[in-house]
């Protein structure tokens, strides 16, 4: 079990002055190959943004994030979209999906960034576990939120990433598929050696957590 994933001494603020919002303060965390942490916290309370820092997708105000044990901030723009591509996967907040293209062709687009995607019966699995194997042909106009939120769900675990981040997964799913997704995600990370971080208000997912993490206004505490 190695440590994929750090974030030390990781604060971000936006705006200044009377404006300013201290969106995180003083960020320590590890994720570790084969296990899943649990970030759970309210609305406002920073998820996002330490999600998002966490995937190189934003800049720390001050703080380090090291990804396998290298400082992210010191690669070029290139280095970092080659390791996102190649090492993380996420499951974003607001699930979008290119318009013109089949839940079929959202996979499709992966597979030109990457090499070591499950095999077609692995995916079919995945899809039909999801429930959402007959929809392969549909546009995503013609998807419940449930339905895009679990194709969204497959799309990243279809990459195989070392790492896997999950903003808010069963936002919009039922109670059923939440213990769906939330076995499904345990089950990677123990069985594909997976180092997976999940962000939620969902206290429902508390139950497949290695590590639970607390997180109000912006300050992140580890329970377990
Ligand atoms: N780009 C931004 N500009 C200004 N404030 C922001 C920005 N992103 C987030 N915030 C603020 O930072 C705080 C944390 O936001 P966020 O990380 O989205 O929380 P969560 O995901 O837990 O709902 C909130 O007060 C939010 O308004
Ligand atoms: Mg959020």
Redesign the pocket.
């Known amino acids: 079990m190695s440590v994929q994933l750090e974030l030390q001494h990781v604060s971000k603020v936006?705006?200044s002055g009377v404006g300013i919002?201290h969106?995180l303060t003083d960020a320590n965390f590890k994720a570790v190959s084969g296990e899943l942490s649990l970030v759970l916290?309210p609305?406002?309370?920073?998820?996002?943004?330490f999600l998002t820092i966490a995937a190189g997708l934003q800049v720390p105000s001050s703080g380090r994030v090291l990804v396998e044990g290298e400082d992210i901030s010191k690669l070029s723009n290139r280095q970092r979209d080659r390791l996102r591509l190649t090492k993380i996967g996420f499951v974003l907040q607001n699930y979008e999906m290119l318009p013109y293209l089949t839940v079929r062709d959202q996979f499709k687009l992966v597979d030109r960034a990457n090499d070591q995607t499950l095999s077609e019966t692995e995916l079919k699995h995945l899809l039909d576990e999801l429930g959402i194997g007959h929809l392969l042909d549909q546009y995503p106009g013609e998807l419940s939120g449930g339905q895009k939120q679990r194709v969204a769900i497959a799309r990243a675990l279809y990459q195989q990433p070392a790492i896997l981040l999950a903003d808010e997964p069963t936002a919009a799913l039922d109670s059923n598929r939440v213990q769906i997704v939330g076995q499904l995600l345990a089950r990677l990370a123990h069985e594909k050696q997976q180092a997976v971080v999940v962000v939620t208000h969902d206290e429902r997912l508390k139950d497949f957590a290695d590590h639970l993490y607390q997180i109000v206004d912006g300050r992140l505490s580890q329970e377990s």
């Open positions: 936006f705006g919002v969106a916290g609305s406002g309370s920073g998820k996002s943004t």
